[in-house]
Every structure is written in structure tokens, then in C-alpha cells.
């Protein structure tokens, strides 16, 4: 299994992602997409650190950061979301659906 | 035999991958696409102990599926009240297909010029006490630095969740 077959993986899941961004009206699943393309930077990483500098760990470190980020992301991402519904339901009962758009 | 080896659980990991991705993004169920995610995140750390990264293969179970994905998932089944419709977009879904698979497409030709010739398989050590080292030593600035914004997006969760409890009383 050479280099290529990891680039071109994480390209796809990375294209995937983006796609999801693009598409998705839904916030919950904006942020799953955009967790997709975490990991999907994450396996490039991973990736060149092995096969490219095996005596060294850099690669690996920064997917460490990258997890960290991601949690702060999600963490975040997700009171603001619970935050906006409690506000939304609250003022406009049906109007509004914060899930959609 | 070995690279033979390799390779079958490569594709015993990769098309799984590609298939939950797909699934987190096309399918209009969120508690499903939550779940395909929960898969795919598990696949990516597969792929990381291929890469013989071991710890952040056991790092991306506990942080990602044992941390992300159940908050994820508990806000999905706390806010969810009916099947979302479909998530058609619009009209872009034209311009995120295109895209997507143009950006896929320069990459992978990028990818395929840039790095043609296939490395040894090369039997893994365990990376713990060197990441250990190189997190309190050469990295210990960024490490000091996402201590700080994980404590910052911790007062944030608590100030948006408090902010529209403390506004509600008073109606």
C-alpha cells in the first residue's frame, strides 16, 4: 500500500465532506461534515509522517491538535445549536426551523 | 504476500470509510447520519494503526467516538423532533458536486505526480513516549496555546447555555 492510496483516500473523504458542507441545510450535519474533513486531513498527516519521515513524530502531533480542535469545535458548535433552538422555539414556535436553512 | 496483505486490509478499511462518508453526507436521518459517522471515525483510526500511529489510533477512539460523537449524538436525540426532509440543497448540489469533484480530481492528479514511487512496508514501533516527549518539549507552545482555547471553548458552552436560561426568566 503506497503513499498514493492514503492521499487519494483522504482526497475522496475530503471531497465527500465538502460536498456535505455545501449541501447539507441542516447544522447538525454541517458539523458532521466538517468533521469529516478533520479526519480526512488527519489520515494526510498520518499519512507523510510515515511514509515520508518515519524517525519523526511532527505529523502525529499535529493530528493531536487537530482532535483537541475538533472537540473545542464540536463543544462549541453544539451549545450555540442547542442555544439558537431554545431561542428560536421560544420567540417563533413553527415558524422557524433551525435545522433547515 | 505482506503487501498483499496490506493492501486487503487497506480496501477492508477504505471502502467501508468512503461508504459511511457517503452516508453522513447524502442520508436525511441524522440520528443515521450520526451513526455512519461513528463508523467512519472508527475506520479512520483503523487507518491510523495501519500507518503504525497506535496511540492516535486509540487517542481518535477515546476523543472522537467515546467524546465527540456521543455529544453529538445526544444533541441529535435531544433536539430532534421529526425527520429532517431531504437534504437536497436547492440548486447546490450542482455546484458542490462540481466542486467537490473538481477539487478531488486536481488532487488525486496532484497527488499521483508529486509522489509516485511506493515506500516498504516498515514495521511500527510504539510512537507513546516519543509523542509524550515531543508534546512537552518541541511542541509545548501549541500544546499551552490549545490548553487555552479548550478552556475557552468550555466558558463559551457554559455562556451560551446559561445566556438563554438567565433571559427566559424574566418573561
Redesign the interface.
Known amino acids: ?9 483522504s ?16 447544522m ?2 454541517f ?3 466538517i ?2 474533513m478533520f ?1 480526512a486531513a ?2 494526510n498527516f ?2 507523510f ?3 515520508l519521515y ?1 524517525d519523526r ?2 505529523g ?2 499535529a ?3 487537530i ?10 458548535g ?6 439558537i ?3 428560536v422555539r ?1 420567540i417563533y414556535s413553527q415558524r422557524i426551523n433551525p ?2 436553512g | 504476500m505482506e503487501q498483499i496483505f496490506a493492501k486487503g486490509v487497506f480496501f477492508l478499511l477504505a471502502i467501508p470509510l468512503v461508504a459511511c462518508a457517503l452516508v453522513v453526507v447524502l442520508s436525511p436521518n441524522l440520528f443515521r447520519t450520526g451513526i455512519a459517522l461513528t463508523a467512519a471515525l472508527s475506520l479512520v483510526a483503523g487507518i491510523f494503526a495501519m500507518l503504525s500511529a497506535d496511540f492516535l489510533a486509540a487517542g481518535q477512539i477515546l476523543m472522537y467516538v467515546g467524546g465527540i460523537m456521543v455529544i453529538i449524538l445526544f444533541v441529535i436525540m435531544m433536539l430532534q423532533r421529526r425527520e429532517l426532509g431531504a437534504a437536497d440543497g436547492g440548486g447546490r448540489w450542482l455546484l458542490g458536486l462540481l466542486l467537490s469533484t473538481g477539487i478531488g480530481a486536481y488532487l488525486i492528479a496532484l497527488f499521483r505526480d508529486s509522489f509516485p514511487d511506493a515506500e516498504a512496508f516498515r514495521a511500527g514501533l510504539p510512537t507513546t513516549a516519543g509523542l509524550g516527549r515531543l508534546l512537552l518539549g518541541e511542541m509545548a507552545l501549541p500544546f499551552e496555546i490549545v490548553s487555552l482555547l479548550l478552556l475557552a471553548a468550555l466558558l463559551g458552552a457554559v455562556t451560551f447555555s446559561q445566556r438563554v436560561s438567565t433571559e427566559k426568566e424574566p418573561q
Not at chain 1, 1 to 9: G, Q
Not at chain 1, 78 to 83: C, D, E, F, N, R
Open positions: 500500500v503506497s503513499l498514493f492510496h492514503y492521499l487519494t483516500l482526497a475522496v473523504v475530503f471531497c465527500i465532506g465538502l460536498y456535505g458542507v455545501l449541501t447539507r441545510r441542516d447538525l450535519g458539523l458532521m461534515s468533521e469529516l479526519n488527519a489520515i498520518v499519512a509522517n510515515h511514509f518515519p513524530l511532527w502525529q502531533g493530528v493531536i491538535f482532535i483537541s480542535v475538533a472537540a473545542a469545535e464540536a463543544v462549541v453544539l451549545s450555540l445549536i442547542v442555544a433552538y431554545r431561542d421560544s435545522f433547515h
